[in-house]
């Protein structure tokens, strides 16, 4: 039976199915401003932020070098059927950027001297507002889109996603749609309205509940939320009430995981501690890695920022991020290991799927999953 009780918890991984596959994940925040500003959306690097200018060109591609090569490096230590990478280009909103075709281009022409090494995959996430023209040119260098749609936007805008949406219907690009659920009575019947008009033209489509205080359903709401989400995943929502931080996680990508080696019974939910996995034991830098081109800083993931010494902060910056990835690279040679982190966070958002354990040992024994060296 899978772990409910995280007194009893010992280990978390994903569960082993070729659909469900842990690679790596490259995110990219290529720019803080957004051509929307939504009144949901946080203003600092978990949003958008208007009055920071656009990162310059030159910055984004070597920011975007030094992603491939640390995941070059985390590569020499995967087995050759988990080589693969996904590189997430997001902002703010990425397309905003004024030379965004020039750096979908760079992805393509920088990943030339890794291509027999590993393989990767590109994926934007994006309002899709782009122009037509240029939309074509940015998708022609991506495997997949993730798109939002916001209803708190001119219809212009509005109508650029729906344009844009047909595109990758039309080439047959992969592609998936969150709808935005602003319960504000001036937006909502329209939330209500395109996340079914995309279940009825059989669209991947997933609506989205708004945390903090601006995300607080009244009763009608959540009622008619049970047509898009179970009971379970309502279970938190009051009305009223803005959404509460559950004792359960879930795997951001929708990954199935397994609790306690129990490889037969994969789980949606695994439970969390009051502090988190504070403590333990945990290979979040082998599949993550996180570039902040405003600020020209490297984390392992957008939430975890644990560092190899347990402190909390930057891995690197723009300045230091070679030496990083050589001196990392030495030591998988060096050694034939290659280092795990101690978390030293209270919590554990994005990063929940990362294979972790309460002791060192057993996190071993899950990573020659993984990896060809210990």
């Known amino acids: 039976m899978p772990c409910m009780s995280f007194d009893k918890l010992k280990t978390i ?4 199915h070729p659909s469900a596959k842990l690679g790596v994940l490259i995110d990219w925040l290529v720019t803080l401003k957004c051509n929307y500003d939504c009144s949901y959306c946080d203003i600092g690097e978990r949003g958008h932020d208007n009055s920071k200018p656009h990162p310059k060109y030159e910055k984004c591609v070597a920011m975007l070098k030094h992603l491939y090569a640390y995941t070059d490096v985390v590569m020499m230590s995967k087995k050759e059927r988990l080589k ?3 590189l997430n280009m997001y902002g703010g909103e990425a397309v905003f950027h004024p030379e965004f075709v020039k750096l979908a281009e760079a992805t393509t022409r920088e990943f030339e001297k890794y291509k027999g090494r590993w393989r990767m995959r590109r994926r934007l996430t994006t ?5 037509e023209k240029n939309w074509k040119k940015i998708v022609s260098h991506m495997e997949g889109v993730t798109m939002s749609y916001h209803t708190q936007g001119p219809q ?3 109508n650029l996603f729906l344009a844009n949406l047909q595109h990758l219907v039309d080439i047959k690009k992969e592609f998936d749609v969150v709808v935005l659920m602003y319960p504000h009575p001036d937006y909502w019947q329209e939330c209500l309205d395109f996340a079914r008009w995309c279940n ?4 991947r489509s997933r609506p989205r509940l708004l945390d903090g205080g601006i995300g607080a359903y009244n009763e009608t ?3 008619e939320l049970a047509e898009f989400f179970s009971s379970d995943e309502l279970d938190s929502v009051r009305p009223g009430e803005k959404l509460t931080v559950s004792k359960m996680r879930a795997c951001c990508g929708g990954r199935p995981l397994c609790t306690n080696r129990e490889f037969k019974s994969p789980q ?5 501690g009051p502090e988190g996995y504070k403590g333990w034991t945990c290979a979040a830098n082998q599949f993550f890695i996180f570039g902040n081109t405003t600020t020209g800083m490297y984390y392992t993931n957008k939430d975890c920022r644990v560092r190899l010494d347990g402190k909390l902060g930057p891995i690197a ?4 991020m070679d030496s990083y990835t050589e001196k990392l690279r030495q030591q998988i040679i060096d050694t034939g290991t290659v280092p795990v982190l101690t978390c030293g966070q209270t919590h554990c958002h994005c990063g929940t799927c990362a294979p972790k354990a309460r002791t060192p040992e057993a996190l071993a024994q899950i990573m020659k999953v993984y990896n060809t060296v210990s």
């Open 13 to 16: 991984e994903p569960a082993y």
């Open 84 to 86: 693969d990478a996904i």
């Open 127 to 131: 309002n899709g507002t782009a122009t």
């Open 156 to 158: 212009k805008l509005k």
């Open 200 to 203: 009825e033209n059989n669209l």
């Open 221 to 223: 709401q959540i009622q």
């Open 268 to 272: 949606m939910l695994v439970p969390r």
């Open 317 to 320: 910056n723009i300045d230091t």
